[in-house]
């Protein structure tokens, strides 16, 4: 059974970082393409960033390019999100999921599998 498992949010200050976990298990992380979303309050999920079952191929969101980066450890079959100067609009809950195919997943319609999601808030 497909299983994504995140971890790593938290309660941060503007400027600050996280580095978000995701855990995949049922599938290995380079046979699907991985994404990060996320939802705040009142607004539609968005994706974030995304990366192809090859790891060639990956994509950010306009608001998150130049701060974000997303990873991949294959010997440990987890994706990372490395979120650097965080913003308070940055404050959501963040979601990763796995795609319908090896492509990145940029939209929810690409995606096929979602994890339980993880807080992060950005707050002074």
């Known amino acids: 059974q497909l299983q994504l498992v995140e971890s790593g949010g938290g309660l941060v200050q503007p400027g600050g970082s996280l580095r978000l976990s995701c855990a995949a298990s049922?599938?290995?992380?380079?046979?699907?393409?991985i994404g990060w979303f996320r939802q705040a309050p009142g607004k539609e999920r968005e994706g974030v960033s995304c990366i192809s079952s090859s790891g060639t191929s990956t994509n950010y969101a306009d608001s998150v390019k130049g701060r974000f980066t997303i990873s991949r450890d294959n010997a440990k079959n987890t994706v990372y999100l490395q979120m650097n100067s965080l913003k308070p609009e940055d404050t959501a809950v963040y979601y990763c999921?796995?795609?319908?195919?090896?492509?990145?997943?940029?939209?929810?319609?690409?995606?096929?599998?979602w994890g339980q999601g993880t807080q992060v808030t950005v707050s002074s």
């Open positions: 999921a796995a795609s319908r195919g090896r492509w990145c997943p940029k939209w929810s319609a690409d995606v096929g599998s």
């Open positions: 049922g599938f290995t992380v380079d046979y699907l393409g």
